[in-house]
């Protein structure tokens, strides 16, 4: 599967607040957006993969866009992996292109988190989170499971709440550069912890975003890509590792998944952690960035907090991540929140990123996590086939 | 807000999970142990998760664990929970990790490793719940 596929398409919708926006009409909009893109007509089209709509969840969600689209495609599937269902989708994408499935396939995702939950859909979000017998009669709160994360954490490694403010921070330095962004305002280490505890250590700061938006990207053969408008980004390697669900069940609090999914991405790409020129790592709340970075191969294991405090994390450092600002700045609308990590990384390889963008890009590192660090997914990335 | 919403998240309980309940109102926490391998699991199983083996038996714990990691909800997550509580997540002295809350305790003073030990504490409905205070051993 090494480099026979590339993303040739991207779009992403506004993001925010978009009250009076459906979902569906976002991701239709994204859709269009990204086929526009990669100078394609909508009936070059035989792959559709979605992932379903909290705040317009639908029995058969791939199915639905088809029709709102008048396409028919020949593969069609909304896949449901939380905020790693993106790179998941991916993967199989990659594989059913290689494998003669599908030739041209569309990934979109939207959500409107912010706009359009009821305040029963919110609160169901909320608590259907934790396993419904042992789990959620506790209480525990989104923010509170990744916060059991960060506590085992400083634990173990002595990390600080300072160091984790670093990562809101840096993701925030990178939202200053994208007019896209949701919050663009700068802030500081002492700026999040200032501001109120959610749940010990996290702050509101160490929280990511509550946003409506959608995005999508088109995938289709390195063959084919060569005929098209933009340099081809292609996918390298990817690689999935998957450990629990529920996070009293986790084999580890501290070393998640992430580690499997990145070693079988560096090892179909035949490239390591040292070769890519930026990550853009799954941020929902601090503290998964700084496993993240360890269990990618960034850094040792325990040193999240030392990388971090180093800069490198920021615009121009060693290894920019979360170049639109992540999950922390840019937007997170739920489920489809890391599509717009990888349409940052497409534009990143395209050398299209206009003022964030990282000097030369060749290769990038994505990855996206689902459930309670449950759900690991990773892609290496690159202007070159291989 | 309705009274239900205001109610504390029942458990949804298995035909599986009865004895673990029932050992709740009867003030001892029980856990599912293997005659095959002798390890002890949690949450409870059709088979053990370590062997598969389906020679399973019910046994009373001892009700001592570590804490393995906490946060203290400060934004609790319906008003039936007044904030701040404790989540945390206790390592049993026979091996399982549960998730529970701590009580009896400072939410400033709580820290990992600590060894606490099991309580009941009603949760409405009839329902009782394991919970952990810190370990005074006498």
């Known amino acids: 599967m090494r480099g026979k596929v590339a993303i040739v ?17 976002l991701c239709v909009e994204a859709a269009l957006g990204a086929i526009r893109d990669a100078g394609l007509e909508k009936t070059d089209v035989d792959g559709l993969l979605t992932c379903n709509a909290m705040a317009q969840p639908l029995m058969y969600h791939a199915e639905a866009m088809a029709e709102y689209l008048q396409i028919f495609p020949r593969y069609c599937l909304a896949v449901g992996a939380g905020g790693g269902t993106t790179f998941s989708i991916i993967h199989h994408a990659a594989a059913a292109i290689v494998t003669g499935m599908a030739d041209v396939i569309v990934v979109a995702m939207a959500d409107s988190m912010r706009s359009g939950l009821t305040r029963e859909q919110a609160m169901q979000v909320q608590a259907s989170t934790g396993h419904p017998e042992f789990e959620q009669p506790y209480g525990p709160t989104v923010p509170a499971y990744y916060a059991l994360i960060a506590q085992a954490h400083m634990a173990e490694y002595g990390t600080t709440p300072e160091q984790l403010a670093g990562i809101a921070v840096a993701c925030r330095a990178h939202a200053q550069r994208n007019p896209a962004a949701q919050m663009r ?51 390298l390697g990817a690689g999935e590792g998957h450990s629990h669900e529920h996070i009293s069940a986790a084999r580890s609090l501290t070393t998640s998944a992430a580690r499997e999914a990145g070693e079988r991405a560096y090892a179909m790409a035949g490239l ?92 990038g590192l994505v990855h996206a996590q689902g459930g309670i660090m449950s759900s690991h997914t990773a892609l290496v990335l690159s202007r070159e086939a291989g | 807000m309705d009274s239900h919403q205001v109610a504390r998240i ?21 856990l599912q142990y293997c005659d095959s391998c002798g390890r002890y699991q949690f949450y409870p ?87 952990f205070a810190p370990e005074t051993r006498g």
């Open chain 1, 185 to 235: 305002d700068p802030i500081t280490v002492e700026d999040v912890l200032a501001s109120r505890l959610i749940a010990d250590p996290l702050h509101l700061l160490d929280c990511s975003l509550v946003s409506d938006g959608g995005s999508a990207i088109v995938l289709c053969s390195a063959e084919r890509a060569a005929d098209l408008p933009h340099d081809p980004v292609y996918v």
């Open chain 2, 45 to 131: 199983r059709i088979v053990c998760s370590h062997c598969c083996a389906d020679t399973l038996t019910w046994r009373a714990a001892s009700g001592r664990g570590k804490v393995a990691s906490f946060t203290v909800v400060r934004r609790g997550i319906s008003r039936a929970y007044p904030a701040p509580y404790i989540v945390a997540l206790i390592d049993l002295e026979e091996g399982p990790r549960m998730m529970s809350s701590l009580v009896d305790v400072d939410p400033d003073a709580v820290t990992a490793g600590a060894a606490v030990q099991v309580k009941f504490e009603s949760w409405g409905e009839g329902r009782v719940l394991p919970v």
């Open chain 1, 272 to 363: 390591g952690p040292a070769d890519m020129d930026f990550a853009q790592l799954y941020d929902c709340f601090t503290p998964t960035v700084l496993v993240e970075l360890e269990d990618l191969g960034f850094c040792a294991k325990g040193e999240g907090g030392a990388f971090v405090e180093s800069g490198a994390l920021g615009p121009g450092g060693a290894l920019p991540v979360n170049t639109h600002g992540g999950l922390l700045s840019h937007c997170h609308p739920g489920n489809p929140g890391s599509m717009f990590a990888l349409t940052e990384s497409v534009w990143q390889l395209r050398h299209a990123a206009g003022e964030r963008q990282v000097p030369g890009a060749r290769h």
């Open chain 1, 9 to 25: 398409g991207a779009a992403d919708t506004n993001v925010g607040v978009l009250p009076g926006r459906t979902p569906m009409e």
């Open chain 2, 10 to 30: 029942q458990p949804v309980e298995t035909g599986l999970s009865l004895p673990f309940w029932e050992g709740c109102g009867a003030g001892e926490l029980r």
